[in-house]
């Protein structure tokens, strides 16, 4: 059974950094682009991050309101993907998901619980 | 970045009724158009990808259609467990991005 897990969430001040974690089962996690999506409470979805596999050189996308200040990363070995998160705002409080991204030849992707980041003083 | 705009905000709607969901997107995304359904508290759920082809174990009354700038989402008859946020997303361009969502409640 295929299984995302995050982890790293909590309460953090303004200005400060936190690292939040990935870790998938039950399937080939290098196989897999992953993305990071999250959902500040009561609002819809944001797409936040995107790495690709290695044979594409684990090349990454962000959108532009985390650009400079968000990195996404993975370990294929450990089969984790990571966010690190600094300089937070008040309005990163979110739920971060993280999910794989569909292959062409998939019928679907998959998707962890979510992990709550609050930025607050 | 392309903008996708989705209507109704809220869908009201009986049981057994049909439910019919729209997004916009501000420029052309050609079929890489996906649909989520969301219940609150838990993660979002693929239904439809490429437009029109649905995800695995995703039932028949769900149908996607459009291309280019103009999707619909369709559920034919309305289940319990169908009452949900909807939210399309495109994965044409970078950013990928999400509609605002459409909430189907039951009337």
């Known amino acids: 059974e295929v299984q995302l897990v995050e982890s790293g969430g909590g309460l953090v001040q303004p200005g400060r950094s936190l690292r939040l974690s990935c870790t998938g089962s039950g399937f080939t996690f290098g196989d897999y682009a992953m993305s990071w999506v999250r959902q500040a409470p009561g609002k819809g979805l944001e797409w936040v991050s995107f790495i690709r596999t290695k044979p594409y050189g684990e090349t990454r996308e962000y959108a532009a309101s985390v650009k400079d200040r968000f990195t996404i990363s993975r370990d294929d070995s450990k089969s984790i993907a990571y966010l690190q998160m600094n300089s937070l705002k008040i309005e990163d409080t979110a739920v971060y998901y993280c999910?794989?991204?569909?292959?062409?030849?998939?019928?679907?992707?998959?998707w962890g619980q979510g992990t709550l980041v609050t930025v607050s003083s | 970045e392309i903008v996708m705009t989705q209507s109704p905000a809220t869908l009201s709607v009986s049981p057994g009724e049909r439910a019919t969901l729209s997004c916009r997107a501000s420029?052309?995304?050609?079929?890489?158009l996906g649909w989520y359904q969301q219940i609150p508290g838990q993660a979002p759920r693929l239904l439809i990808f490429?437009?029109?082809t649905r995800a695995t174990g995703i039932p028949a009354r769900f149908s996607g259609s459009g291309s280019g700038t103009e999707f619909t989402l369709t559920i034919s008859s309305l289940q319990s467990e169908d009452f949900a946020i909807y939210y399309c997303q495109q994965y044409n361009n970078w950013p990928r991005t999400f509609g605002q969502g459409t909430k189907v409640e039951i009337k």
């Open positions: 490429g437009a029109s």
């Open positions: 999910k794989t991204d569909r292959r062409t030849e998939d019928f679907r992707d998959h």
């Open positions: 420029q052309s995304v050609s079929i890489n």
